[in-house]
């Protein structure tokens, strides 16, 4: 492999501003061509500091590879060409460039050999995703703005964060942390808020669901991924992380459960991967560490795979609640087809992806004896409504259920194969783990393929199947949405405003009406003195003058004789 | 005229596929008589715990999210 030091994520980045000023076939060739330059330049990078810069007496990092980031830089770049092939269609000429500058902003965030660089991607990557979201309509502008607030917000805790850590260490240099100081517990919340963890989780099916049928493909991807990177890197095995991670798997469960709109269902269930994961950086085995990296892997693509199906059916029919579709099957059986590898893929179906990338967090949940049995019971509890929330309910309420009446066609070319092939890859991974478990961060020794671990799994699911089946009436869907932590920036500033308003209207009024009395009573009485008839107005008659004249001159007298 | 239903939709291919899935069921469970499980924590390597437990968890998951949905479900235009 040829060496380079040229920062991979630049070349998406700069790319990315040519984008709207091509078009055509041109276009199509640079948005396929460039992320395979930068897949290029990510097994490029090798192994320790690639780029170093001084900088006020600090060693600046921008390229700085090892397996972690190439593990991640290429999932991320795969995920581009994928993402690109499918939304070379979207008429919005600015979405695919705001989304290629944040997948390339997310790749130079996982090779930043620093915290500045890291911090600087990191904003980089929260603006060109909320460009992306923008892109999504009018409807969008909210979530969007929501949306960009969270993230700048996190964007401070982690500055300050870093701040901190820079003063009490002396050093920037991005490497594993201890919490307990401000600076570190800063960082980690900043990193958090990113991961969708509680009680901020719910700008991520706020906002993602709101991006055009093609923007969400790129945001499943990107922000909460390299969040689970840098947790990785930073913070591996930090116990908290194993029940904030428990917590996502199931809150991302039951508001799927919930959940009407088929993206909205599947953004869920980003937090509930995501959650696998972070609950695997907090076990903090090499086993686990390498699971929760495996399973990021594994997640872009077969998330990407089912919203790239969500997203063909909302192309097609505009619609996008489980309410209004059902029995798309007949009209769109591509869709169908790879839309069912992916929910295959993410309840961890032996031979597909998900199989083989999340047993590696079980697996290590059970092999560390320190840890309370709890986790390794609930990861498999979890396991089981996976497939419950994503693996049979996006398919079963889209494209079966009932007959919508709906009979649009399967998207063009592009987006078929699109899905092809991340559904090769979800198929092929779990076919064949060897080449996923060859660049992990660490040996692998574990056969995922054992009669046991397969039998099981297959009962797990098979029985979820079956509750779900049994329990169709109860998981009927309704036009509802469901209240999260998100009402106390949404209702709550609502009602206050409301609140407030009332009040505000009503003393405005009172002090308008006040006013406007005493002006009235204040012209009124100017009217009364000077108007025609006013004291001050009146003309004099010239006797009455002649007798003041005599009552004064009477008065002078008098005053002048008592002298 | 009536729109033929694919053979995917009829009664009779939904009826043939819920037989195909319990005998698949089955199957999965009957082969524990075959496969040695080595639970970590004892009660996992039992028979048959991974289709109870799959399945009781199912349904503990979907009652408590009816029991939360209750409290917490609006109308899809609250926030409009």
Known sequence: ?563 | MKEKQPWLVRPETIRLLWIVFIVILALTVLADFFVHHHGHYGIDGTFGFGAWYGFVSCIVLVVFSKGLGAILKRRDDYYD
């Open chain 1, 1 to 563: 492999m040829i060496e380079t030091s040229v920062p991979p994520g630049l070349v998406l980045l700069f790319g990315a501003f040519l984008l709207p000023f091509l078009s055509g076939t041109i276009r199509a060739v640079v948005a396929l061509v460039l992320p395979l330059i930068a897949l290029f330049l990510v097994w490029g990078v090798p192994d320790g500091p690639a780029l170093t810069i001084p900088w006020f007496g600090y060693e600046i990092v921008p390229v700085q590879g090892d397996a972690l980031s190439r593990v991640f830089g290429t999932v991320f770049t795969i995920m581009v060409f994928a993402g690109g092939l499918f939304s070379l269609r979207q008429s919005n000429r600015f979405e695919l460039a705001a989304a290629y500058a944040y997948a390339g902003a997310a790749v130079g965030v996982v090779f930043a050999g620093d915290l500045l660089t890291v911090f600087v991607f990191w904003e980089l990557m929260a603006l060109a995703s909320t460009v992306v979201i923008w892109c999504g309509g009018p409807n969008a502008w909210g979530s969007s703005i929501r949306y960009a607030i969270i993230h700048l917000l996190g964007g401070v805790v982690l500055m300050a964060g870093i701040a901190a850590y820079v003063t009490e260490t002396g050093s920037i240099a991005f490497t594993a942390m201890e919490v307990g100081s401000v600076g570190t517990w800063l960082i980690l919340i900043g990193f958090l808020l990113n991961v969708g963890a509680p009680p901020f989780s719910a700008w991520l099916p706020d906002a993602y669901p709101q991006a055009s049928w093609s923007g969400t493909v790129f945001l499943s991807a990107f922000t909460t991924k390299t969040a689970v990177y840098v947790l990785l890197r930073g913070f591996p095995g930090t116990e908290i992380l194993i029940w904030i991670g428990l917590y996502m798997v199931f809150y991302g469960i039951v508001y799927a459960i919930l959940e009407n709109d088929m993206r909205r269902i599947l953004a869920y269930s980003i937090v509930n991967q995501v959650g696998f994961m972070v609950t695997g950086i907090g076990i903090g085995s090499e086993m686990a560490l390498n699971g929760a990296a495996a399973h990021a892997f594994a997640h872009i693509i077969y998330k990407a795979l089912l919203l790239m199906s969500a997203g063909s059916v909302l192309y097609a029919t505009g619609k996008s609640k489980c309410t209004d579709l059902g029995g798309l099957f007949r009209t769109m059986p591509v869709t169908c087809i790879c839309g069912i590898i992916g929910a295959l893929s993410i309840s961890a179906f032996p031979f597909t992806s998900g199989f083989i990338a999340k047993s590696l967090i079980s697996q290590s949940a059970a092999d560390d004896h320190h840890l309370t049995a709890f986790v390794w019971f609930a990861l498999t509890a979890a396991s089981a409504g996976v497939f419950l929330h994503a693996g049979i309910k996006f398919p079963w309420f889209v494209f079966f259920q009932k007959d919508s009446g709906l009979r649009p066609p399967d998207p063009p070319a592009n987006m078929t194969g699109a899905m092809w092939i991340l559904s090769a890859l979800c198929i092929g991974l779990g076919i064949f783990p060897a080449p996923l478990y060859e660049i992990l961060p660490y040996p692998v020794d574990y056969v995922p393929y054992t009669a046991s671990h397969v039998v099981f799994q297959l009962q797990l699911l098979l029985f979820s199947g079956l509750a779900f089946f049994l329990l169709l009436n109860m998981l009927k869907r309704t036009e509802t949405i469901t209240l999260d932590f998100d009402w106390f920036w949404r209702g709550l500033g609502k009602a206050l405003g409301r609140e407030f308003d009332w009040r505000t209207v009503a003393a405005w009024e009172a002090l308008a009406t006040r006013s406007a009395q005493q002006a009235r009573r204040f012209v009124a009485g100017v009217y009364r003195h000077h108007g025609p008839r006013g004291v001050l107005a009146r003309t004099w008659p010239t006797g009455l003058m002649a007798l003041w004249a005599t009552v004064l001159l009477a008065a002078w007298l008098i005053i002048y004789y008592l002298r």
